[in-house]
């Protein structure tokens, strides 16, 4: 036998390695365990559903100028289905239209103060049964741009502001007695009302009307306004909600907002954050939709109009509002335009013959329409990394989860789901990428990690058990 601690050192060292090549053959016959090898750790959806926030009221849009070739178009229910059905939108913006000719003398809609007027008015009387016939549980949000020319200072409906009566003072019951006629002579009532669309803005080219949060401005205030609508119309069966002040950028809104913050009148706040743009970087827009959540949560707040970012740019400004400022309704302003020149801003556009083209809004608002409805709750979710901007939302029964998850970031990521105290039965999944608009996604699984492409917008729709 060969004497181990004679041999030279090289033999020395082939008879260690078949040695251990015996013993690892050995543990593998034997059943010894081998060393498990790791799966990759992959960042984590954490969910919380027992922590929860605003209650939701929806998604949608407004339907109001060009929207008449809806209702003329020959293509008018496939348009109808798209807007109320296929969008599974949850409440719908309309324009108030109702100027008689010769008002207050002649209250009747038979005889509008332009044929324009008629046209809409009765449009939008359409729009209303077509939006209820397709879904029952849509909610509407009738606006006005401003009272008729009869109460104007300048009697005109465009610019000016409510006029005085023969003792000097602002012709308030005028203007309450107009807003029941307008209830009176709809054949709907809407659940929600707004008394004046941006309320501090005036137009050449439309109608507007300017107000003062209160009279001490030196211009008809809003806060006396909106009380008297509100105690003309507060007893009338089934009465509409009253929103306010729907200000077109945040300055306004702060100001409008803390004459109607105290008020039984004011039910919900309503803003317009046109002071934002394409070019505003989205840390500039975090701080005001935080004070929104901070200074005026004490009633919910509509996000009732707004364009003009891009799709992307548009997905993160809504997880912005949803997350920071605690919105419960968002309104893409473009729900059906006809401006051929910005016909890529509307989610659907219409032509003057009533030819029509989906766009990528449309799809970017299905994203948040389709599986969140009313009397969904926001829940806190977290997604570890930054630029991967995520939000839930537990449905009344606590069974389905939606999440929207928008990835700025450059890099394709996978991530999966976890929700605390609760199994997760099955997952669905919808993802906009470039040009492939809400696509419905392949082989999700509940354990395995889900592919978030880079700059792309995801809707999962968990089912829990």
Not at 265 to 287: L, M, Q
Not at 288 to 302: H, R, V, W
Request: aromatic share 14%; glycine share 6%.
């Amino acid at each position: 036998m060969m004497n181990f601690k004679t041999e030279p050192f090289f033999r020395r060292i082939l008879w260690i390695g078949v040695l251990l090549s015996l013993m690892a053959c050995q543990n593998e016959g034997d059943g010894t365990e081998k060393e498990e090898v790791k799966e990759p750790q992959y960042p984590t959806f954490s969910i919380d559903p027992a922590t929860t926030y605003q209650e939701m009221v929806g998604f949608g849009g407004a339907l109001t100028w060009y929207s008449s070739r809806v209702a003329s178009s020959p293509k008018s229910e496939e348009i109808y289905q798209l807007m109320f059905e296929d969008l599974g939108m949850d409440i719908l913006r309309l324009k108030n239209w109702y100027y008689p000719a010769d008002y207050p003398n002649n209250k009747s809609t038979d005889e509008m103060l332009t044929s324009g007027d008629k046209e809409m008015f009765e449009a939008t009387q359409e729009f209303y049964a077509k939006a209820k016939s397709y879904n029952p549980d849509i909610e509407i949000l009738l606006c006005s741009w401003g009272p008729p020319a009869a109460l104007k200072n300048n009697n005109n409906l465009r610019e000016g502001f409510l006029k005085k009566d023969e003792e000097g003072n602002y012709m308030y019951d005028a203007f309450a007695q107009y807003w029941v006629d307008v209830l009176d002579h709809y054949n709907f009532t809407p659940e929600y009302i707004s008394i004046q669309n941006e309320p501090s803005y005036v137009n050449a080219n439309w109608t507007t009307c300017m107000w003062g949060a209160t009279e001490a401005t030196g211009l008809p205030g809003y806060d006396k306004a909106f009380d008297q609508v509100y105690d003309r119309i507060k007893d009338r069966p089934n009465a509409p909600l009253m929103v306010g002040p729907e200000s077109e950028n945040v300055q306004a809104f702060s100001t409008f907002a803390l004459v109607a913050k105290s008020r039984e009148s004011c039910s919900v706040y309503g803003y317009h954050p046109y002071n934002f743009s394409k070019d505003t970087p989205i840390s500039s827009i975090t701080p005001f939709l935080k004070s929104m959540a901070q200074d005026f949560g004490d009633k919910p707040n509509f996000m009732t109009e707004y364009s003009g970012m891009s799709w992307f740019q548009t997905a993160r400004f809504m997880q912005q509002t949803l997350q920071y400022a605690n919105t419960s309704a968002y309104l893409y302003w473009e729900l059906v335009w006809g401006d051929v020149t910005t016909k890529d801003k509307a989610m659907i556009y219409v032509d003057g013959a009533g030819g029509y083209m989906v766009n990528s809004f449309y799809y970017l608002i299905k994203h948040f329409s389709k599986h969140i409805d009313k009397g969904y709750k926001r829940v806190e979710v977290s997604s570890v990394l930054p630029l991967v901007e995520v939000t839930g939302y537990l449905n009344p029964a606590g069974d389905k989860l939606t999440l929207i998850a928008v990835n700025a970031d450059a890099r394709n990521l996978d991530y999966k789901f976890e929700v605390e105290g609760m199994e997760i039965a099955n997952i669905s999944g919808y993802q906009t990428v470039g040009d492939s608009f809400y696509q419905e996604l392949e082989g999700v699984e509940t354990d395995k990690p889900v592919r978030l492409p880079a700059e792309s917008i995801s809707t999962f729709v968990l089912e829990l058990k």
